[in-house]
Nanobody, 115 residues
Framework: QVQLVESGGGLVQAGGSLRLSCAAS????????MGWYRQAPGKQRELVAI???????NYADSVKGRFTISRNNAQNTVYLQMNSLKPEDTAVYYC?????????WGQGTQVTVSS
């Protein structure tokens, strides 16, 4: 089994920054994909950014140029640096780890951006 624990959410004014962290533990294979998704009230969960164990990344168009995903493979941790935050970035942010046909999710962390 794999456990994911997110941290770093909170309340910030528009234009501000936050950094999310997600630490994975358990039976983790060296090849995997970690990522961040978000879900706003009344909306479906959507991809924010993903990063492979080799460092390849992909971003949603809405966050390109503002958010940066990174990871520390030795510590099985993934980060999301969020800059120039907008009110529409308000959501619960979830960490996900995908390996060997299984997906694992964290419990989510709330990010609220005030205008």
């Amino acid at each position: 089994q794999v456990q994911l624990v997110e941290s770093g959410g909170g309340l910030v004014q528009a234009g501000g920054s936050l950094r999310l962290s997600c630490a994975a533990s358990g039976n983790i294979f060296s090849m995997n994909v970690m990522g961040w998704y978000r879900q706003a009230p009344g909306k479906q969960r959507e991809l924010v950014a993903i990063i492979t164990s080799g460092g390849a990344t992909n971003y949603a168009d809405s966050v390109k140029g503002r958010f940066t995903i990174s990871r520390n493979n030795a510590q099985n941790t993934v980060y999301l640096q969020m800059n120039s935050l907008k009110p529409e970035d308000t959501a619960v942010y979830y960490c996900k780890l995908s390996q060997r046909w299984y997906d694992y999710w964290g419990q989510g962390t709330q990010v609220t951006v005030s205008s």
